[in-house]
């Protein structure tokens, strides 16, 4: 048989043979493997709380806390079903908690992120110390940290509590590095006292031997009061960017570095009037509003957002943001993975 001269037929039995043999020909999807530009799976997606709330508070009547481990609702992303992820190396849901109710202590290797969206009472120990969560609060349970939650007593003024869960699930997924285990109580005897970690790191100041032992920052709490003041402050000092507004970054007080080294966390202002340029990068971003009003077209899409709305910009896909009034974002990204591998791109 000459050269090139092969049918689609002489192909397809070629292909069905060394598919016996566990091998596959290259050029057929060489497109794909080795893209022009990023071509992510997940699709920009929006949940607009007031739609989903009833569903989370619906999950408290069907099962408990302790039952469930962790009750929480997973955000799937629509281009990604079926797989946990809102995007290809993030995972994101809500979880409640209602009064009275604990959430079993547990440790994985998975990094964990908590942003509070609604209600007071609760709290969570990490490392033997205990914090109480504010509706803003950005808290972290780092890898293989034992961490437990629980939420007073309605009597004492426990209210049903809804927080974002952000992990880096579908990335330790790829990599086949999970592991995961229950603490022998329901809690961890709580050994520091609450704000321990805070007055020994909070302040610009550390302890005079202390010695990073890893990436994970020692606060595990950052609390949205302090972060909403230096937002305003910028803004006031005349700091503005015109694709991110007053966008600041959570640091690791130790290292300079993320609180985390697979995610990275950001709070932004968008002053009220406030039309952003547009601008992409390779690191896929979900977003929690906090506070305000506004527009975010990622793609081809246009999300109208108000307070405890959520959405998801996946890699490379232009994003414009603006506010109708003073409008403050919480998000996170996979771009410290992506920078440690020196594959981070930005276009603005």
Same mark, same amino acid.
């Given at each position: ?28 999807? *060489? +497109? ?47 281009? *990604? ?19 009275? $109710? ?5 440790? +994985? ?27 803003? @609060? ?26 974002? @869960? ?9 990599? @086949?590095?999970? &592991? ?20 020994? &790191? ?17 606060? &595990?709490?950052?609390?949205? !009061?302090?972060?909403? !003041?230096?937002?305003?402050? *910028?803004?006031?000092?005349? $700091? ?13 007080? /130790? ?35 906090? $506070? ?9 899409? !246009? ?18 943001? /603006? ?6 974002? &919480? ?14 791109? !930005?276009?603005?």
């Amino acid at each position: 048989m000459a050269e090139g001269s092969s049918t689609r037929a002489d192909r397809a039995a070629y292909y069905e043979r060394i598919a016996r043999k566990n091998m596959a020909p290259l050029w057929e999807s *060489l +497109h794909n493997l080795v893209p022009r530009t990023p071509q992510p799976r997940c699709v920009p997606a929006m949940w607009r709380y007031n739609d989903v709330r009833a569903d989370v508070m619906e999950a408290g009547t069907l099962i408990s806390a302790e039952e469930a481990v962790r009750r929480v609702l997973i955000l799937e992303n629509p281009g *990604l079903p079926g797989q946990a992820s809102i995007t290809q190396t993030l995972y994101a849901g809500l979880q409640l908690i209602l009064p009275g $109710e604990i959430a079993p202590s547990h440790r +994985h290797t998975q990094s964990a992120l908590r942003f509070i969206v609604e209600g007071s009472g609760a709290y969570t120990a990490v490392n033997g110390e205990r914090t109480t969560m504010h509706p803003g @609060d950005f808290i972290i349970t780092p890898s293989w940290t034992y961490h437990d939650h629980g939420n007073i007593e309605a009597a004492e003024g426990g209210e049903p509590v809804v927080w974002l @869960d952000g992990l880096d699930i579908p990335l330790l997924r790829m990599l @086949d590095a999970g &592991f995961a285990e229950n603490y022998p109580a329901a809690t961890q005897p709580v050994t520091r006292a609450e704000g321990d970690s805070y007055a020994r &790191f909070g302040n610009n100041m550390a302890p005079v031997r202390h010695v990073p032992a890893n990436g994970n920052s020692p606060i &595990f709490n950052y609390p949205y !009061e302090r972060s909403r !003041e230096a937002l305003d402050q *910028l803004y006031r000092f005349g $700091e503005l960017d015109a694709w991110d507004g007053v966008k600041l970054r959570y640091v690791n007080p /130790a290292t300079g570095g993320y609180p985390m080294p697979t995610m990275a966390t950001f709070m932004q202002l968008l002053p009220a009037g406030f039309q952003g340029k547009t601008y992409r990068s390779t690191d896929s971003t979900v977003y929690s509003v906090v $506070e305000g009003r506004g527009t975010a077209r990622v793609g081809d899409q !246009e999300f109208h957002f108000g307070p405890r709305d959520l959405f998801v910009a996946p890699s490379w896909q232009p994003v414009q943001l /603006a506010a109708l009034d003073d409008a403050i974002l &919480f998000s996170y990204s996979d771009r410290p993975v992506q920078a440690a591998l020196g594959l981070l791109r !930005e276009e603005r």
